[in-house]
């Protein structure tokens, strides 16, 4: 069921209408409201939202009350109409200055997807997997607003049977389905937020598909972790939707057993039905869904400072691949095709195991809303370019 | 032999008077002289390097002149006097605003310590160490100024026999000593930095603490590397030297076999004689040689943007832990007590595996000047603080 932008949702981004400079906006239908012009407030005139979302819950709500009210007047201006611009008229930019980015790895499906695949004859999950949610740092710089094109990675890569590795452009490029949290109040070092000041801290929520080089990741990773086979690119949506928007997604968390340590637990620990669309080339070919995640979102903040790392306006921690229990469900093509051994048969008589240059992916999303419609997420989508470095 | 703060030295920080804004300066023995009142230019007046280092080689060198030439001035203002403050009278904040930062794992001695306290019947190094440098991105948002308290961190980790982890503080907590390098000029997403244009890129070296928990490290690392076990704090000096005082510092690289892939390959490439010092409470522990690392700066530029990966102004990659091939060059207590297994023996009987609360570790480092002087870099210390998180 996809979603709409109606009024029950107003995500912010940051747009350039054709004659000015980048502002704050809130999308409404196909349009954007220049919240700058609309309400006066000189927050909404920079070019990222991360001075009005360090101000916090209380102006969060202010304004979409603000803005909610705008468009239901009956003035001659209906509905901030003056303050209104077609999408098709501006250009969308990162709509933050991304801090520092983490991605998580909880889902439990996911894990034991990636693990029967590379560890076929052993444990699905590592033992440290049902007691944390495990994340790691990626690079903030090379996070790219949905519509950056994606140039395919070179790098080192070791072919089967061989000691050495060779260079060249990445063989088995793929993509990874995720929900992204953008830290809005920032916390001083030292003093780690509990699992329950989620909603203090965090202010919405973006689409993120973390496109990841498989070969480069395999030869690259012990025993650091992930490097260069992530680093090239993340996208994310131009819109972040605001929690408001997603009060009536929040469903119960699955049952984790065991029962995680004290400072991962809290009675207002949620999950969130989204329901998230993978097309390439137009052909929806998976529909992860993310209200089966493990750790929440709040867990992962929770873990991510437990330690008294302080958390910053802009940080952007993502959730980790998302993936249900059959094929139509994961979140990346190295599940889809089975680590490359079956691949999917699209419309054409085409196939795929991992993308080819010129492939277009699309993240789509929607969440529960009120009554039986759905809210949007803002859609993540790029285009691979062949590599530009070969040798 | 250390190092002085002379005319041939002169590195760039972030100080604040009693009675000001932070502003950019350059240390002369123990006093900061005020760059923008001496010389006038705006982007000294910033609270950063950054704009200053973006500007690229040409105005380094030309800032470098200006403040030679004034300090060999004649007139009544000697050696810009008028403008120099001394250390004892400012404050020093972090002199650059960090983007990514990026830790790289290049001492091979190192990595062989690690392997073979970790893995003692297994190959010292990992099948991929030789062909690339290894590294992983850090928090950004935690890297802190010499000086700044360091919080012991509480987390998970699991005791040796129990299935099940624990939350507390770290009993584990070590340093990782390091050169940091900083870069200045950015580059674009899809345009990789040959190995060759490393000058023209990075701006100078800080000294880096990366502090690191051993044992929270231990349980979370696989498969997606260090997170928590790092992300809580990582000191750096307040004083970055510029790569110009260090022109009289570059040795020959190590010999690589099996020879890197061409990438990796350049006959601009250098290594650095920097000797680094580890002191623990005002005892000399260690004495790690940074001239033998295995993997240049130049090296892991090229190879951190070889998948087309952005850098930025403000990026800070370190060498990874610094260590010789005895226990007096070691760069971590991890191998200076041969995994907590070989205490060390401290003056008035005292004895060390990792650090304890009220410890205070500080690094300094000099090197190789112009004749047989030795050009000191900043000193980067922090002082163990009680973990506030127990349960």
């Known amino acids: 069921v996809p979603g709409t932008f109606g009024v029950d949702n107003l995500p912010y981004g940051v747009f350039t209408p ?26 909404f005139a920079e070019p990222t939202l991360n001075a009005f979302m360090a101000q916090g819950p209380a102006s969060w709500q202010q304004a979409r009350e603000r803005v909610t009210a705008l ?29 520092d980015y983490v991605d998580f790895y909880s889902s439990r499906q996911h894990a034991e997807n990636v693990g029967r695949i590379f560890r076929p004859d052993g444990d699905a999950l590592m033992p ?37 590795p060779v260079f060249g452009p990445s ?8 929900v992204g949290f953008v830290v809005g109040v920032p916390s001083p070092l030292g003093r780690p937020i509990p699992a329950a000041d989620f909603d203090k801290h965090v202010f919405g929520v973006a689409l993120v598909n973390d496109w990841s080089a498989r070969d480069i990741q395999a030869w690259e990773y012990v025993p650091l ?15 972040v939707t605001p929690l408001a928007a997603l009060r009536h997604a929040r469903v119960p968390p699955p049952v984790q057993e065991p029962e995680p340590l004290p400072y991962l637990r809290s009675d207002e620990d949620f999950g969130l039905d989204i329901e998230i669309e993978v097309s390439l080339n137009g ?7 993310f209200r089966d995640m493990y750790w929440s979102p709040a867990q992962q903040l929770a873990h991510m400072t437990v330690n008294g790392a302080s958390a910053r306006t802009g ?9 249900g229990t059959v094929r139509g469900e994961f979140g990346s ?49 790029g285009t691979i370019m062949p590599a530009v470095n070969q040798a």
Chains 1, 2 share one sequence.
Not at 283 to 289: A, E, F, G, I, Y
């Open 18 to 43: 054709g004659d000015g400079r980048p502002r704050v906006g809130v999308r409404i239908g196909d349009t954007v409201l220049d919240l700058h012009a609309a309400l006066g407030d000189e927050v």
């Open 171 to 178: 063989t088995r490029l793929d993509i990874e389905a995720e």
């Open 225 to 239: 972790g992930p490097f260069l086979g992530k680093s090239f690119a993340t996208s994310i949506s131009a819109w």
């Open 71 to 99: 468009l239901g007047e009956k003035s001659s201006q209906v509905g901030g109409a003056a303050h209104r611009h077609n999408l098709g008229d501006v250009s969308l930019a990162l709509p933050f200055a991304v801090a």
């Open 283 to 289: 052909h929806v070919v998976s529909r992860p869904p």
């Open 333 to 381: 093509f190295l599940e889809m095709s089975w680590g490359g051994r079956d691949p999917l048969s699209l419309p054409g008589g085409e196939t795929r195991t991992f993308l080819r240059d010129g492939d277009t992916v699309t993240l789509t999303a929607s969440a529960r809303g009120s009554g039986g419609a759905r809210v949007a997420l803002g859609e993540v989508t």
């Open 128 to 164: 440290n997997w049902l007691h944390l949610p495990i994340g790691y740092h990626g690079r903030a710089g090379t996070v790219v607003v949905s519509g950056t094109p994606v140039g395919r990675p070179s790098g080192q890569r070791r072919e089967p049977g061989s000691e050495s």
């Open 315 to 323: 940080d952007l921690y993502a959730s980790g691949t998302v993936s």
